[in-house]
């Protein structure tokens, strides 16, 4: 496996995700960079992963994106067509072995916020700004064996203590995952746009784990509200291989979940699906 | 029972019949095979106080607040996800605008549960997720107890029953009963929950049809109220084996409702100032639905089954 000279960051972060999915992995996977990890994965390293959507697809193999967990490529050559509540029941039941999610805030227990913004004098009724709230991301942090939490690094987004906690990580610090009566291990990593975090084994404090190239330890911190504690073995990030790239940039040749600008809000119809069209006749399934 | 024929009316009728103002109602489908048609008619004929129950519901949400049609949301998640944020969702709870919008979260499986136990005639069920979240801080009808057999903490969730639900379907034979083909959601599940069920349909197929593949049919006759055949029911969302999605016009009803007053324009335009689904899909244009059925079939559809020995 040679590695590639360049890339984007939405790039990098996919492979990151993608090389983190075994091949005896079950993954509830969500729209956007971690489906685009979840492709990779299957069509690298990982040919037996199985990929589940929440509103009921197992194990599709598509040509096209999926725009959403319940989008119709979600069950096009799939092994299973079936509920959401029987895919839910799966992860309860311990078959999920890694989901993906992510947030608009995460605190240093890796607590996800995807509710509400409270601002200085708002409520929960009342919000500075209202979100989407939870999907199946709370389910997920609850109950996969373990998670990944996939997010971009900016200030006032990591944060000590989320205002409203939608997706449990370590609540409150150790032990209280296990007293609050939750199945799944809880996240084992946070990955960024700048770095990579993991979660101290003793203390479940995100920890410093990796860096991308070019970033430096003090810019991590600069944007992290607590005190943040850096691995030992704080390592640099390795760049996706040729072969991973090829995968996620056949999928995505518009580029339109790896940060390119093809996909114009002002495109007609006509562009659009005729480019969707090229995207998609491009791939050539072979299961 | 009704007779067959009994069941079948149009949209117009089934919105007007069934859906009362003050009415919980709630929606098959996620994203995919959300019924667009029903919101639009729920809008134009201007029903108010509606309680929404769902797990997640994109476009056909926004439009039901956007039109001013409800007063509160029992929900896990409300947007309208990767194209874009939840506009008018947001306008509602942020500022009161076009009223003020009353939610009850809860998860996506925790809704499922709230289904499952409609269904089966249970008071609640027991979930495993929402532990140790602020959804139970926020939602006084999530109660958590001890397992009565020593299994720790569980949360109890309340059975949901719909006054109304409308499901999209695929395929349906007269009766009602309907196949579904792709994802299915909580739909087998809700059409046994809610107090109503309408099933609007792609095609309707005779029962004979029906029999060939009876491991499609989610939802049997006995669960159903009334019948509505709507081609292109979820436009600008997908239905599998049938279309896919309309992004364009998708980001264009997103890009209106970024101010109250876009919108507005918005829904005089595609709503208001339509007289019923047929006018709106006059307007989107037969050329482009056949475009959208054609992305689908190139990609996948419901396989024949040949009456061949």
């Known amino acids: ?287 | 029972m009704p007779g067959a024929d009994e069941k079948c009316m149009t949209m117009e009728q089934a919105v007007d019949h069934f859906v009362r103002d003050g009415y919980s109602v709630a929606y098959g489908g996620i994203a995919g095979r959300e019924p667009m048609a029903v919101s639009y008619e729920i809008a134009r004929q201007r029903k108010r106080n509606l309680i929404f129950i769902t797990a997640t519901t994109v476009d056909s949400a926004e439009i039901l607040i956007a039109g001013g049609c409800v007063k509160r949301v029992e929900c896990a998640y409300i947007w309208v996800g990767v194209i874009g944020r939840g506009n008018n969702y947001r306008r509602a709870v942020e500022k009161g605008i076009p009223n003020d919008l009353e939610v009850e979260e809860c998860s996506n499986f925790g809704m499922s549960m709230r289904f499952m136990a409609g269904a089966l005639g249970l008071p609640f069920m027991p979930v495993k997720s929402l532990l140790g979240s602020d959804i139970i801080t926020h939602n006084p009808s999530i109660k958590v107890m001890d397992d009565p057999y020593g299994g720790g903490p569980v949360a109890l969730v309340p059975a949901a029953r719909p006054d109304v639900a409308f499901i999209h379907v695929q395929r349906a034979d007269k009766a009602g009963n309907a196949q579904i083909w792709g994802m299915l959601g909580n739909d087998d599940n809700l059409a046994r929950a809610a107090k109503a069920v309408i099933i609007t349909c792609e095609e309707i197929i005779p029962t004979s049809e029906i029999r060939k593949i009876p491991n499609m049919t989610a939802i049997p006759s006995y669960c159903v109220t009334a019948v509505v055949k709507v081609p292109f029911c979820s436009h600008p969302l997908p239905v599998s084996g049938y279309y896919w999605m309309d992004i364009p016009f998708r980001r264009g009803m997103v890009a209106a409702s970024k101010t109250r007053k876009g919108i507005v324009s918005w829904m005089d335009e595609w709503i208001y100032g339509l007289k019923d689904f047929e006018a709106y899909k006059e307007k989107v244009g037969s050329e482009r639905l056949a475009r959208v059925q054609q992305m689908e079939f190139e990609n996948y559809r419901i396989p024949h089954i040949s009456d061949k020995e």
């Open chain 1, 1 to 287: 496996m040679t590695q590639a000279k360049e890339c984007s960051t939405a790039e990098l972060m996919a492979s990151v995700v993608a090389r983190q999915i075994r091949n005896d992995d079950v993954v509830f996977i969500g729209v956007g960079i971690p489906l685009i990890a979840g492709i990779v994965a299957v069509s690298t390293h990982a040919p037996e992963a199985i990929l589940v959507y929440e509103g009921g697809g197992i194990g599709a193999r598509t040509r096209r994106i999926p725009w959403t967990i319940s989008d119709n490529p979600t069950t096009d050559n799939a092994l299973a067509a079936t509920q959401m509540w029987r895919v839910f029941g799966d992860q309860q039941r311990g078959f999920i072995t890694l989901g993906v999610i992510g947030g608009a805030e995460v605190d240093r227990f890796g607590n996800l916020n995807t509710t509400v913004i409270l601002g200085v004098d708002g409520t929960y009724a009342r919000p500075k700004v209202r979100l989407p709230g939870s999907g199946g991301a709370n389910d997920i942090a609850s109950s996969a064996l373990r998670t990944i939490i996939m997010m971009r690094l900016q200030k006032g987004k990591f944060v000590n203590r989320v205002q409203y906690i939608t997706s449990p990580g370590y609540l409150t610090g150790p032990g209280e995952r296990e007293k609050a009566g939750l199945h799944g291990t809880g996240p084992v990593m946070v990955v960024t746009d700048r770095c990579i975090f993991a979660f101290d084994d003793q203390t479940k404090e995100m920890v410093l784990r990796n860096l991308y190239p070019g970033v430096k330890v003090e810019e991590v911190k600069q944007l992290v509200d607590w005190d943040l504690a850096v691995s030992p073995d704080l390592g640099e990030v390795k760049p996706p291989t040729e072969e991973q790239l090829r995968a996620m940039r056949t999928f995505d040749s518009m580029g339109l979940i790896l940060e390119k600008k093809t996909a114009k809000e002002s495109e007609s119809f006509d562009d659009f699906f005729k480019h969707m069209r090229c995207a998609y006749e491009s791939i050539h399934l072979n299961f």
